[in-house]
């Protein structure tokens, strides 16, 4: 991404962002998530305005009438209280806290991570590890590095953990986000309304590589998914304990693949030896043994150690 | 058996942990120019450690140093320390946070000047540095200047307690300054997390400098709100009731009451960090039974409160200047007390929204939301009650007044984006990203920083017997103000286009024209910073034509302006009987200022000069330098020094000293004949040559 342009003129060029750039905020919405979000935003600004302007409004102005020095105008070094004043400056913020508060309530109940979107969500398992995302898909056979394909319409119910330290995973256009820690798992759900490529990352410190923790996130039509999921089948590599070990070596999704030989991180798609990796990685953690995190019967599902109350 | 003698002497200390090591090992170009900035900042904290030794030496400063400053007791003299402390680490933090932003926009693409190490590094000390040794040491020197005069008091309650508190942050901000030449300095930021900041990711001494500076420097904050708690309960004068007490003295009793109560969760919270890392123990593994979410509780827990033990002296501060530099009574002055101790109280109802993200259920997170809100009540009180103070006063534009009304505009911008971040489902989106580091910068800078500079410029001439340059002044405050404004700004688009805070480089071109904004205003505010560094310097060398000895240069309201700039070591020849509110302008106004103080004059006892705290403080960085390295011998040593110097403290006889009334009535005769013999001046010519100190009530002066 290098280039010869000197930063100013660079930096004037770049202030219309080229169209085909991967859509970063909330703002401009792709889900039904991000869209409430963002309507939530914007009235708690313009709510919050009717404190704010009279302060932008009327400093200047007394300031200026009762500079010292201007004849003319009136001085009342003792007066210090007026109940009207008071009433007014205690209730006008209670109201528009109760307002705020009420609006708050509805809305964190309703953009509740852990609450489904709808019925019959494609679910995705997310694992984060020094500096990449592994997405299990456990009822597609595949998982994935760096690289979340989600289809249109259609809810999508994540489970994150980490096998590392904490993480916080981010996709902005589509929804918040939700911290990943190790041992415990958390959920998150999310929906695209249209399809596109979307930022996702890692929103918490975890060390040199953190600021190369991106992915993208593809939502694509149903077709377009099925087709996707075929061709990811086709072509995935096998599960290893090389697979697990490269995941746990610090790196990033580009030094994964140089790790394990393969052309580039799009070729980092793998055959899931078993449907409960994930719960087997929540138990086991970073100590465990790769052959025994792909290995052995089916762990039954509650059976993760600190399994967080929904 | 030499490789045992080695580390038996310098535990994991090795040639590796030089600055330079970097360059020695560097990979690319961007490792070779970090380690340069890594070998240039050490070689300057070395030079300039060396050439203040040097220059102390050579101008034969210690003797003066230790019975003057180093073992005195004065509280002025502690405040005035902990002031300079602050500008010292100011300095140091403020240019780490321009390296930053400069390697934001060099690194665009990856690359650019700092290695990822190297910049963790500086953003763990940046934050370190700037809430626990420069804004907690500003406002304890503002408090410990301050708050005794306000209150008609001659010092307070435990004075070489005080010069210890004082000791322990010194020696948290030196290991700090040590980190900087024996590296590496921790990567987890100010609020190290775990299990990032345990042994399994991050056994070096990075992690163990944090928690031993943090912690050295809490324990002298607790000590620092146990004392000014009980000095403002016990040692106020007669008359002074508790709804009599300035703005300023109230902010600082509920910063003394939240120091209390919220310093000792940190203490926990790093105590506990430390037998993981040291001890095998597995408190915030999330292994073996862990839970790093308990230390996110306990840390924030401390954390929260923090935020109002910062901004709440500013809060006073404001009230005086307003008040003061309005030449009116403050307005509101129940609704501000009220205020005060809602958002103190109210402080410790919000911890959870630091981790909103952690996975809780809705109703807690909204439950805690609301509560983060009902906070924006009082303080929103609090910016009209500051408007209607100037609202039918005469208001001077004076600097302090600059940084006043600069924060009542920025500081709505920042409560603003503090509401959004009270409602979960926003917080969800913008947590963790540029936009609530704007967030903070946001309330800390215009909230904390403006009010503190502003107290710096309104008692700089109380402490030192002369004002400060306003020329110089005006341009550090537009500087911050402008400056703030270009730094900070851009950083709230950045974090709602999804750019997280922390990140050493990135590829997204959308981000980079608003990082080289931000990188403009970082070199303003630089400049601000060093527009006040050449005030002091102007105001020095033009002392004699800026010296307001007869001590009241702002026609003041409260006691402290009652006294000759400097005050006498013992503030009050005589303990004044106060009958109201703003205590000394009513004296003026009643031409009771310069009368004779009925029933004469009296011996004072004062306590006498004390070496603990100066003692502690070498004692303390040493067993906290030994334990980051493994120094074992050092550890136990310092340890057990300390130990013993509390315990032989107990068996000090001679603690006190006692001024004759003779002295004290010369003293107070030749302040009364220089007061006058120099005219009381109006308003108008409050920035001349003509102020000495001495005002016209504002009520008495009649405007043209």
Redesign the interface.
């Known amino acids: 991404?290098?280039?010869s342009l000197p930063?100013?003129l660079?930096?004037?060029s770049?202030?219309v962002?080229?169209a085909h750039?991967t859509q970063?905020?909330?703002?401009k919405p792709a889900g039904p998530v991000?869209a409430?979000?963002s309507g939530?935003?914007w009235f708690?600004?313009i709510a919050?305005l009717v404190?704010?302007v009279p302060?932008?409004i009327?400093?200047p102005i007394?300031?200026w009438r009762?500079?010292?020095?201007?004849?003319n105008?009136?001085?009342?070094?003792?007066?210090?209280?007026s109940w009207g004043?008071?009433i007014l400056?205690?209730g006008?913020?209670?109201v528009l806290?109760l307002i705020?508060?009420t609006v708050?309530?509805a809305?964190?109940?309703?953009?509740?991570?852990?609450?489904p979107l709808g019925p019959h969500p494609l679910r995705v398992d997310v694992v984060g590890y020094d500096w990449k995302w592994l997405f299990i898909y456990p009822d597609l056979g595949i998982a994935t590095v760096d690289k979340l394909e989600i289809p249109v319409g259609r809810p999508v119910a994540l489970r994150l953990t980490s096998d590392?330290?904490?993480q916080?995973f981010?996709i902005?256009a589509l929804?918040?986000?939700?911290?990943a820690?190790?041992?415990?798992r958390?959920?998150l759900n999310l929906e695209a309304s249209q399809a596109g490529a979307f930022?996702g990352?890692?929103?918490?410190?975890?060390?040199?590589?953190?600021?190369a923790q991106?992915f993208t996130t593809t939502a694509a039509s149903a077709d377009d998914f099925r087709k996707w999921v075929g061709s990811a089948r086709a072509g995935a590599h096998a599960l290893s304990p090389a697979v697990i070990h490269a995941l746990e070596t610090k790196g990033t999704d580009k030094d994964m693949a140089r790790g394990l030989h393969l052309g580039g991180p799009s070729d980092l798609v793998f055959r899931l030896p078993v449907a409960d990796l994930f719960t087997r990685i929540l138990r086991d953690?970073p100590?465990a043994p790769a052959h025994a995190l792909l290995a052995g019967s089916p762990i039954a599902a509650p059976a993760a150690p600190?399994q967080?109350?929904d | 058996m030499w490789h045992a003698l080695r580390l038996f002497l310098f535990g994991r200390l090795g040639l590796d942990n030089m600055p330079f090591d970097e360059i020695l090992k560097a990979h690319d170009t961007t490792d070779l120019i970090s380690g340069c900035i890594g070998t240039f900042a050490a070689a300057l904290a070395v030079g300039g450690a060396l050439v203040t030794l040097w220059l102390m030496t050579r101008y034969r400063l210690w003797g003066k140093f230790w019975s003057n400053w180093a073992t005195s007791v004065d509280h002025k003299k502690i405040g005035i320390m902990y002031i300079a402390l602050a500008w010292i680490m100011m300095l140091r933090a403020l240019i780490e946070a321009a390296i930053m932003r400069g390697q934001q926009?060099a690194g665009?693409?990856?690359g650019g000047m700092l290695?990822?190490?190297h910049f963790?590094q500086l953003f763990s000390t940046h934050g370190t540095i700037m809430i626990f040794f420069m804004a907690m040491p500003f406002l304890t020197g503002l408090i410990n200047f301050v708050v005794p005069m306000q209150i008609g008091a001659r010092d307070v309650s435990f004075p070489t307690l005080n010069s210890v508190s004082l000791g322990l942050t010194v020696a948290g901000a030196l290991l700090i300054m040590v980190s900087l030449v024996l590296q590496p300095f921790s990567?987890?930021?100010w609020s190290g997390?775990p299990?990032?900041t345990e042994a399994r990711?991050n056994p070096g001494p990075g992690p163990d400098y944090w928690i031993w500076a943090v912690t050295l420097s809490s324990l002298g904050s607790t000590f620092t709100g146990m004392n000014f708690a009980v000095t403002i309960y016990k040692e106020r004068a007669p008359g002074m009731k508790l709804m009599r007490m300035p703005l300023f003295t109230w902010t600082a009793l509920c910063t003394a009451i939240l120091m209390i109560f919220a310093m000792p969760p940190l203490t926990v919270a790093t105590a506990l960090l430390a037998l993981d890392r040291y001890a095998g123990f597995h408190f915030f593994t999330?292994?073996a039974g862990g839970?790093?979410?308990n230390y996110a509780n306990l840390f924030w827990l401390f954390g929260h409160p923090e935020v109002y033990i910062l901004i709440l002296p500013s809060f006073g501060v404001y009230s005086e200047v307003f008040s003061t530099f309005?030449?009116?009574?403050?307005?509101?002055?129940?609704?501000l007390v009220i205020a005060t101790m809602c958002i103190a109280v109210l402080s410790f109802t919000v911890w959870v929204h630091h981790?909103f993200?952690?996975?809780?259920?809705?109703?807690l997170?909204?439950a805690f939301?609301?509560a983060t809100?009902?906070i924006?009540?009082p303080t929103?009180?609090k910016?009209?009650?500051w408007?209607?103070t100037?609202?039918?006063?005469?208001?001077?534009?004076t600097v302090p007044i600059v940084y006043g009304?600069g924060f009542?505009?920025l500081f709505?911008?920042g409560?603003?984006s503090g509401?959004?971040l009270?409602?979960?489902?926003?917080?969800?989106?913008v947590?963790?990203?540029l936009f609530l580091v704007a967030h903070f910068h946001n309330m800390l800078i215009p909230g904390l920083l403006f009010g503190l500079i502003a107290g710096y410029t309104m008692w700089f001439p109380k402490a030192f017997g002369f004002r400060l340059d306003d020329r110089w002044g005006y341009r550090a405050a537009w500087g911050w103000i402008i400056g703030f404004m270009m730094a900070f700004f851009p950083l709230y688009v950045l974090g709602?286009?999804?750019m997280?805070?922390?990140?050493?480089?990135?590829?997204?071109?959308?981000y980079?024209?608003w990082t080289?904004i931000a990188l403009l205003g970082a070199f303003v505010v630089l400049f601000a910073l060093f527009s006040l560094f050449m005030q002091l310097w102007v105001s020095i060398k033009n002392r004699e034509a800026l010296a307001v000895p007869v001590g009241d240069p702002w026609d003041g309201r409260s006691l402290e302006w009652s006294m000759s700039a400097p005050p006498p070591e013992y503030n009050f020849p005589v303990i004044p009987e106060v009958k109201g509110r703003d205590a000394f302008m009513t004296l003026k106004e009643a031409g009771d200022d310069l009368g004779e103080p009925e029933g004469g004059f009296k011996d004072i006892t004062m306590p006498a000069n004390s070496a603990l705290g100066p003692f502690l403080c070498v004692t303390g960085t040493a067993t906290a330098f030994g334990l980051v390295w493994y120094i074992w011998w050092l550890a136990l040593l310092g340890a057990a020094a300390s130990f013993l110097a509390v315990v032989l403290r107990g068996f000090a006889r001679n603690t006190e000293r006692t001024i004759p009334a003779a002295e004290v009535r010369r003293s107070w005769e030749r302040w009364r004949d220089r007061a006058m013999s120099a005219p009381r001046v109006p308003?108008?010519d409050e920035l001349t040559d003509a102020n000495r100190g001495h005002a016209v009530p504002?009520?008495q002066e009649i405007?043209a």
């Open positions: 991404m290098r280039t930063p100013v660079l930096a004037l770049l202030l962002p080229p750039a970063l905020s909330f703002l991000a409430a979000q939530h935003f708690v600004i919050m404190v704010v302060v932008f009327l400093t007394i300031l009762y500079r010292y020095g201007r004849r105008a009136s001085y009342r070094p003792e007066w210090s209280f004043w008071e400056l205690w006008g913020p209670i806290i705020l508060g708050l309530w809305e964190t109940g309703q953009l509740d991570p852990y609450k590392t330290v904490m916080s981010l902005p929804a918040g986000q939700i911290y820690m190790q041992g415990m958390t959920k930022l990352e890692n929103t918490q410190y975890n060390g040199t590589g953190f600021h991106k953690g100590a600190k967080k109350a | 926009v665009y693409g990856g290695s990822g190490d963790g990567t987890g930021g997390y299990p990032f990711y999330n292994t839970d790093m979410m309005s030449g009116k009574t403050l307005y509101g002055y129940s609704s981790f993200t952690m996975g809780q259920g809705a109703d997170n909204a939301g609301i809100m009902l924006g009540v929103g009180v910016i009209y009650d408007m209607l100037m609202f039918r006063g005469r208001v001077r534009m009304v009542l505009f709505c911008v409560g603003m509401i959004l009270a409602n979960p489902s926003i917080d969800y989106q947590h963790n990203t709602l286009m999804g997280p805070r922390r990140t050493v480089s990135f590829l997204e071109p959308a980079l024209p080289i308003r108008a504002a009520k405007v």
